[in-house]
Nanobody
């Protein structure tokens, strides 16, 4: 079982930037697909971005394309989410989650089995 801890959330004004980190422990991190998901108040949790084990394949939701960048450092057991040009609609709790690479590529929320506790991102206008 892998344990995940998100960090880096906070409050910023529209147009600002934040970098989230997802640190993993417990299992070989490089054997996982990692995703970032978010949940805004009153809304369902949604997929934001995913990255495969090597970093060679990524997915971005249309709402964040060109603004967010996912990357990973397997040596540090950490995945990063660089968020630029933030908008008020990006306000949400952001979660990272993993899916065993053996199961194949997926970006669907239901296909990810281990979740962190989340980190709050608040963007003011």
């Amino acid at each position: 079982q892998v344990q995940l801890v998100e960090s880096g959330g906070g409050s910023v004004q529209a147009g600002g930037s934040l970098r989230l980190s997802c640190a993993a422990s417990g299992r070989t991190f490089s054997s996982y697909v990692v995703g970032w998901f978010r949940q805004a108040p009153g809304r369902e949790r949604e997929s934001v971005t995913c990255i495969n084990w090597s970093g060679g394949r990524t997915y971005y939701a249309d709402s964040v394309k060109g603004r967010f960048t996912i990357s990973r450092d397997n040596a540090k057991n950490t995945v990063y989410l660089q968020m630029n040009s933030l908008k008020p609609e990006d306000t949400a709790v952001y979660y990272c989650a993993v899916r065993s690479a053996i199961l194949g590529w997926s970006t669907a929320l239901a296909d990810f089995g281990s979740w962190g506790q989340g980190t709050q991102v608040t963007v003011s206008s």
